[in-house]
């Protein structure tokens, strides 16, 4: 489907979401019966509008974006008793294959010595320098938009992040955060360490030639930053559509999970947490409920920071969890599960967090202990002595403090 065609869509899924989410929607029972005599299928219509809305939940996850919470509500409220929704799944799994392949394809054109076009958006040659005809210039526009409309269709939901990253690990290994220097000398990548003060780490590339280097700051304290710093800069360079960035990256911007961080800055976290941290050394992770103990774990299993393990944990947990980075007392971002399904306050912590303490040097549990959900949580729909759990890090050389959330028991009102 085109993209102005899928844009609306989603748009009406959203705002379907949000009435299924209001307390005053039309009867259930009602609904049925003017769907029924309308000639529509209400479960299948229902199982539909599931698998429709999961979908556009998984893209935004990806692309790190916020989802609305209505939209989540009524992904619950319309989750199929039977199992239904795995109709849907087999559709998709061609898609996924040939998604594979494309991005096995793009890694092996970065490792080629050719030249090749800087994304995947259509690229043209023409034969003559001069201006076209316009009934040319309309022919060509036209197969063009017909080119981009079949790949789109084969490849709706394309995460290029996920799939260059899933490739990159097939082709270097498991291991390959331990070689990080040598895989970008195959890229054509020079990895140089010199101190800075304003950057954690710059690409440096020269347009339309397969060579680059790579600069870390070498005044970084920990070996788990500069890794991932460097993880961050190959993303730069191999992920499609980022040719064009050159930037030097900040401090504030490696590591950092803020929904409205500049998106090429997202990708490329996204991308270093993939390689680091793979999925397939996750699983006995995330199969127990989040602590600080299995993002320890997570950290010295993978050498990474205890930031960017405590939120490689929280995407991939089933469980109900966040993890909140606040610095000078202040919430700066959060990254919530899948299902976590609440919004997350900003700004000052409040005084009843076990964050609070660690501020003013306080001793804190060394576990998941329970404190008042409006702590953290926007009071609106928490029933009254709803609780949170909590655990919270001090991180003194950033003047900062990790906070992991766990909802045990629903803290929403009950209807």
């Known amino acids: ?51 429709s809305a999961t979908q556009i939940v998984k893209r935004e996850q990806a692309a790190s974006r916020p989802v609305p919470l209505a939209l989540q509500q009524a992904i619950e409220a319309t989750r199929p008793a039977d199992g239904s929704e795995d109709q849907f799944e087999d559709q998709s ?68 992040v996920a799939l260059v ?64 710093t460097l993880a961050h800069e190959i993303g730069h360079f191999v992920l499609p559509g980022q040719q064009e960035v050159s930037a030097p990256c900040k401090q504030q911007r490696i590591e950092n999970w803020e929904a409205d961080l500049y998106r090429p800055e997202l990708e490329a976290n996204r991308f270093a947490a993939e390689i680091l941290m793979p999925r397939a050394l996750m699983a006995e992770f995330v199969q127990s409920e989040p602590s600080l103990e299995s993002i ?37 971002w959060s990254k919530p599960s899948a299902g976590f399904v609440r919004w997350i306050r900003k700004g000052e912590v409040r005084e009843n967090s076990f964050a609070a303490q660690c501020y003013r040097k306080q001793i804190v549990p060394d576990r998941l202990a329970p404190v008042p959900a409006s702590a953290w949580l926007h009071e609106k729909g928490l029933r009254e002595g709803a609780q949170i759990w909590e655990q919270s890090v001090g991180l003194k050389n950033y003047g900062a403090v990790l906070s992991l959330l766990v909802i045990v028991e629903a803290v929403e009102k009950r209807k």
Not at 107 to 115: G, K, N, Q, W
Not at 168 to 195: H, Q
């Open 93 to 160: 799994e061609n898609q996924s294959v040939t998604a594979i392949r494309i991005a096995d394809h793009w890694l092996d054109r970065l490792l080629s010595p050719l030249r090749f076009p800087s994304n995947l958006e259509t690229a043209r040659a023409y034969r003559k320098s001069s201006q076209l005809a316009k009934s040319d210039q309309q022919q060509l526009d036209h197969l063009e938009s017909e080119l981009n409309e079949r790949v789109k269709k084969t490849n709706p939901d394309l995460d290029l």
């Open 296 to 332: 320890r774990s997570i950290a010295q299993l993978c050498g990474t920071s205890l930031t960017a393990s405590a939120v490689r944990l929280i995407t991939l947990t089933p469980h109900r969890a966040a993890v909140v980075w606040s610095q000078d007392q202040k919430i700066l």
């Open 165 to 228: 990253s899933e490739s990159f690990l097939r082709r270097f290994g498991l291991d390959s955060r331990d070689r990080l220097t040598e895989i970008a000398e195959e890229f054509g990548i020079d990895v140089l360490y010199r101190p800075a003060e304003s950057y954690d780490g710059a690409l440096l590339r020269i347009r339309d030639v397969q060579r680059g280097c790579i600069v870390i700051n070498s005044r970084i304290r920990e070996e788990s930053r500069k890794r991932f």
């Open 1 to 51: 489907m085109s993209k102005h065609n899928n844009e609306p869509l989603a748009e009406d899924i959203v705002r379907l979401a949000d009435s299924l989410a209001d307390d005053n929607a039309t009867n259930d029972d009602e609904l049925r019966r003017q769907l029924q005599e309308s000639g529509i299928d209400p479960d299948a219509l229902r199982a539909r509008f599931h698998h």
